[in-house]
């Protein structure tokens, strides 16, 4: 059986806000349909991606910006955080880990880290390893994303 992600629900606030945001980072915009006053959906698509996201009125009882850990991935994060930064979206800057290819997660537009020895260290990854270099921003409600640098995938992928 194939299991495919393909729709990711973000709670916002203020819908035209975050269509606005999600505009200038880069998304195409696939729907925006308004049923009625309670009910509005806006799908957006990350460039390369599968995977979409939506949000709306009336899609959710999720408190906004709850959504946190959202990896997107690139395959040059340095010069991906300057077409973020050019398109006016506030980024942190590029980061690893000290204690080597660990997961990350992403709390209040900030990264969080599992377990003793997960330290945050600014820069790119030494080795430049995949997996190892990453960045955080957050959209206007505080739903968190991280990107990631994977310049070659492990095996299985």
């Known amino acids: 059986m194939d299991l495919k992600l393909e729709l990711l629900v973000l ?9 606005a945001f999600y505009e ?8 925006d349909y308004t049923a009625n006053e309670e009910f509005r959906v806006v799908h957006f698509t990350p460039p390369g991606s599968e995977c979409s996201i939506i949000f709306g009125d009336g899609m959710t009882n999720a408190a906004p910006g709850s959504t946190q850990g959202l990896y997107l991935i ?30 990350h997660g992403h709390d209040a537009g900030d990264a969080v880290h599992d377990g003793p020895g997960q330290e945050r260290r600014a ?3 030494t080795d430049r390893a995949s ?14 994303w991280l990107l ?10």
């Not at 709670?11 to 269509?19: F, I, L, W």
């Not at 395959?75 to 080597?100: N, P």
């Not at 990631?148 to 992928?157: C, M, V």
């Open 11 to 19: 709670p916002v606030s203020d819908v035209d806000r975050a269509k």
């Open 24 to 31: 200038a980072l880069g998304f195409r915009l696939d729907v």
């Open 74 to 103: 690139v395959s040059d994060i340095e010069q991906a955080r300057a077409e973020l930064v050019a398109r006016g979206i506030e980024v942190s800057e590029i980061f690893h880990d000290a204690g080597g290819l660990l997961h």
């Open 123 to 125: 820069g790119l990854h």
């Open 131 to 144: 997996y190892g270099s990453y960045l955080t921003f957050s959209d206007p409600d505080g739903n968190g």
């Open 148 to 157: 990631q640098e994977i310049k070659q995938r492990l095996a299985g992928r």
